[in-house]
T-cell receptor, first 114, second 113 residues
Framework: QQQVKQSPQSLIVQKGGIPIINCAYE??????FPWYQQFPGKGPALLIA?????SEKKEGRFTISFNKSAKQFSLHIMDSQPGDSATYFC?????????????FGTGTRLQVTL | EPEVTQTPSHQVTQMGQEVILRCVPI?????FYWYRQILGQKVEFLVS????????KSEIFDDQFSVERPDGSNFTLKIRSTKLEDSAMYFC???????????FGSGTQLSVL
């Protein structure tokens, strides 16, 4: 019940395309859903996060869509660029804030081609 | 942007040896975590630390693991007797408060031979 399932495992899109990465969770106690971007040899970096009281959040070219009833959330990258090529992890945590442990998805390796 | 600093970046050790991984949190951060990532797999929570004590730990964090903040600044992870399966990238993460962004370090790649 603590798992966060992420798909696809890998994704290749052309520059300007809109990759979509999906995650699903079981634990209804989760109340914080961040997405992390990781470049090779680096630690994960917070990209964008959402709480269950909203269905969508947008920051620049990155959008999270959240479906509480389906227990699913997804990341959309608008106008994708080669510099977006990285591994993306969804995550979830429960508690009063972000201090609680993060449960990560298995990651999606995104490649944006020219 | 402020950074979490981890040393060493790479550590090679023999099975059964003790290793200490070090982290310098961002100043004024109060919550500290260790996560690990086995090559090609997801990032896994190990332990959280606040107010000089462990807040939560995972099943991975057994008696061979320990954490401390010996001098009020560095945050360390010790593995007493390393096993082959401890080979992974270990990430330190910190933040100032519950509702604030979690910053990850660049990690220490531990290889146990």
């Amino acid at each position: 019940q603590q798992q966060v399932k992420q798909s696809p495992q890998s994704l290749i899109v052309q520059k300007g395309g809109i990759p979509i990465i999906n995650c699903a969770y079981e634990n209804t106690a989760f109340d914080y859903f961040p997405w992390y971007q990781q470049f090779p040899g680096k630690g994960p970096a917070l990209l964008i996060a959402i709480r269950p009281d909203v269905s969508e959040k947008k920051e620049g070219r990155f959008t999270i869509s959240f479906n509480k009833s389906a227990k699913q959330f997804s990341l959309h990258i608008m106008d994708s660029q080669p510099g977006d090529s990285a591994t993306y992890f969804c995550a979830a945590s429960k508690g009063t804030g972000t201090a609680s442990k993060l449960t990560f998805g298995t990651g999606t390796r995104l490649q944006v081609t020219l | 942007e402020p950074e979490v600093t981890q040393t060493p970046s790479h550590q090679v050790t023999q099975m059964g040896q003790e290793v200490i991984l070090r982290c310098v949190p961002i100043s004024n951060h109060l919550y500290f975590y260790w996560y690990r990532q086995i090559l090609g797999q997801k990032v896994e929570f190990l332990v959280s630390f606040y107010n000089n004590e462990i807040s939560e730990k995972s099943e991975i964090f057994d008696d061979q693991f320990s954490v401390e903040r010996p001098d009020g600044s560095n945050f360390t992870l010790k593995i007493r007797s390393t096993k082959l399966e401890d080979s992974a990238m270990y990430f330190c993460a910190t933040h100032r408060d519950h509702n604030e962004k979690l910053f990850f370090g660049s990690g220490t790649q531990l290889s146990v031979l």
